[in-house]
T-cell receptor, first 114, second 115 residues
């Protein structure tokens, strides 16, 4: 079945530094990937739609200069949290469609900013 | 626009008892509906989906859900709960038109299974 891999699964960084999270589709090509953010005991909020070879589409209220998304190939999208602060600490999850209407989700990346 | 409402942020059942997790949706176009399960510190796993075929949908791990248009509901059920079912469950909706790319999630229901 379709597999989406995220790396790293856990990351701790100091305030002011930047962190990059990778999302890979392992056995299929994904022209579109989605990035979600999940706060503790809350639902997933769509942050942006990552489009291969073009700019990402950000949801209202999401700072595009803060959360840089690059989708350079059909199997890789990256989310970079720039100048991270403690309020950016969260669980970030990516997803992609292998086909049809079903999204396959990665295992998530937990970011803790000290 | 689409939205889902999950009634009950926490549900507790005894092992072997019926599981019922409620989901009501709102959609301006015919919806596609999904149930996902999330275990601690993990991503989401698809349990089942409704995409305008049979209204009673069977999924993995013995779960099923019934699409009821008149009630705008898509409740998730399992006849007999198992300890391994303890997790967070999310109902989600997407539009059946316009590519159906975006999923809108409910707030989730934490299922606890007791001995």
């Amino acid at each position: 079945g379709a597999v989406v891999s995220q790396h790293p699964s856990w990351v701790i960084c100091k305030s002011g530094t930047s962190v990059k999270i990778e999302c890979r589709s392992l056995d299929f090509q994904a022209t579109t990937m989605f990035w979600y953010r999940q706060f503790p005991k809350q639902s997933l909020m769509l942050m942006a739609t990552s489009n291969e070879g073009s700019k990402a589409t950000y949801e209202q209220g999401v700072e595009k200069d803060k959360f840089l998304i690059n989708h350079a190939s059909l199997t890789l999208s990256t989310l970079t949290v720039t100048s991270a602060h403690p309020e950016d600490s969260s669980f970030y999850i990516c997803s992609a469609r292998a086909g049809g209407y079903v999204l396959t989700f990665g295992a998530g990346s937990r970011l803790t900013v000290l | 626009a689409q939205s889902v409402t999950q009634l009950g942020s926490h549900v507790s059942v005894s092992e072997g008892a019926l599981v019922l997790l409620r989901c009501n949706y709102s959609s301006s176009v015919p919806p596609y509906l999904f149930w996902y399960v999330q275990y601690p510190n993990q991503g989401l796993q698809l349990l089942l989906k409704y995409t305008s075929a049979a209204t009673l949908v069977k999924g993995i791990n013995g779960f099923e859900a019934e699409f009821k248009k008149s009630e705008t509901s898509f409740h998730l059920t399992k006849p007999s709960a198992h300890m391994s079912d303890a997790a967070e469950y999310f109902c989600a909706v997407s539009a059946s038109t316009g590519g159906g790319n975006k999923l809108t999630f409910g707030t989730g229901t934490q299922l606890k299974v007791e001995l």
